[in-house]
């Protein structure tokens, strides 16, 4: 079957750099997704990666491994406002997106 | 109004009503996708339209109906539910269905309550 596994839950200072993973099994792969979403608020999107390696936007990093079916997410210099769940989705081959539950992370002072 | 937009933010309803989600998109996309949210629970696709027709359709129950008239909007007419199916209920479009054309823009939910 399909899966995403990722940590539920997640806490971290403010000012520090956290990384959220998430491993995939999947039928076919056409690339994977993080999006950000807020307490009661619609999921965004942070990031889309299809090729092996690391992608930077500004606080935020992904990296995948195809060969590992592994990604992971990179935040850095911390704010209060990164507090959110994080959720990660695998493409299949159907062009399907398949999602994980999320993770939650706290952000402390 | 801008992005994607969903009508009610909210409904309580009873196990024989039967009422209808609105979403419409305002982003000139051209698939469209109901999920639904559980708590705790990974997000649910329950329906996809692509160019308006209808490519996805993973097992959901009769009770759900969905309607898709034109790129811009898409309805979710509900009837005779069952409380287990409270949830958030998310609707999203991108400009295709494949590669980062399935970058996805959600609308905010509508929160619904099954009595």
């Known amino acids: 079957g399909q899966n995403i596994d990722q940590p539920t839950e997640m806490t971290a200072t403010e000012g520090a750099i956290v990384q959220i993973n998430c491993t995939y099994q999947?039928?076919?792969?056409?690339?994977l997704f993080w999006y950000q979403q807020h307490a009661g608020e619609a999921p965004t999107f942070l990031s889309y990666n299809v090729l092996d390696g690391l992608e930077e936007k500004g606080r935020f990093s992904s990296f995948l491994s195809r060969s590992k079916g592994y990604s992971y997410l990179l935040l850095k210099e911390l704010q209060m406002k990164d507090s959110a769940s994080y959720l990660c989705a695998a493409m299949d081959s159907n062009y399907q997106l398949i999602w994980g539950a999320g993770t939650k992370l706290i952000i402390k002072p | 109004e801008t992005g994607v937009t969903q009508t009610p933010r909210h409904l309580v309803m009873g196990m024989t009503n039967k009422k209808s989600l609105k979403c419409e998109q305002h982003?000139?996309?051209?698939?469209m996708y109901w999920y639904k949210q559980s708590a705790k629970k990974p997000l649910e696709l329950m329906f996809v339209y692509s160019l308006e027709e209808r490519v996805e359709n993973n097992s959901v129950p009769s009770r759900f109906s969905p309607e898709c008239p034109n790129s811009s909007h898409l309805f979710l007419h509900l009837h005779t539910l069952q409380p287990e199916d409270s949830a958030l209920y998310l609707c999203a479009s991108s400009q295709g269905t494949s590669g980062d054309y399935n970058e996805q823009f959600f609308g905010p939910g509508t929160r619904l309550t099954v009595l």
């Open positions: 982003l000139g996309h051209n698939a």
């Open positions: 999947t039928s076919g792969f056409n690339g």
